[in-house]
């Protein structure tokens, strides 16, 4: 029985590529790279396209069989990350963008910042992904959210006290 592909996603942690062949006659190897067969089911980590190798290995009742291919996929694991909705005064200056995300491997992490679309003036602007990326393992499905630019609130001024006449 040929080993099968199994669909997997990136999840940080080593991976068995496919479920294991049989055979009645002989012994099944496997390779990923066809120099070093071994018994073992190769293992993947991180996303992307492996090609996983096998043939049985004859025995006094069987010749063996030449080497077949078999592709596998681990897919990229998908983030969401929601931009948390900010603002500030007009005139000051813009504070941190920030978020919150969801489906990060712990021990992964994410780069960059978010940015948002350009203007001082009162009014609202979108907060984007900007330069924010988690690496080759993740695709983020990224929910934008507003920034508020609010007109600085006047001064207000505390009441004068009243003073009364001293007499002299």
């Known amino acids: 029985v040929k080993p099968r592909a199994k669909r997997l ?8 590529l496919v479920e294991a062949g049989s055979s009645n006659d002989g012994m ?3 390779s990923l790279d066809r120099d070093r067969w071994t018994e073992r089911i190769p293992t993947g980590k991180n ?5 996983v190798w096998y043939r049985v290995l004859g025995n006094a009742r069987f010749e063996g069989t030449d080497a077949y291919a078999i592709k596998v996929t681990i ?7 929601i931009a948390d909705p900010m603002g500030k005064n007009e ?3 813009d504070p941190k963008l920030t978020y919150t995300v ?7 992490m994410l780069f960059g910042s978010l940015t948002r679309t350009k203007g001082e003036d009162v009014g ?7 330069s924010l990326n988690a690496g080759s393992n993740y695709t983020i499905d990224f929910i934008g959210s507003a920034f508020i630019i609010v007109r600085r609130p006047e ?3 505390a009441p004068l006290p009243t003073v009364k006449p001293t007499a002299k």
């Open 124 to 130: 609202v602007y979108s907060i984007k992904i900007g």
């Open 9 to 16: 996603t990136y999840n940080g942690k080593d991976q068995a």
């Open 102 to 108: 969801d489906g990060l491997v712990e021990g992964d």
């Open 75 to 81: 897919a990229k694991k998908k983030l969401t990350v």
């Open 28 to 30: 099944i190897l496997y």
């Open 91 to 93: 005139g000051d200056p």
């Open 155 to 157: 001064p207000t001024m």
């Open 47 to 51: 996303a992307g396209t492996y090609t």
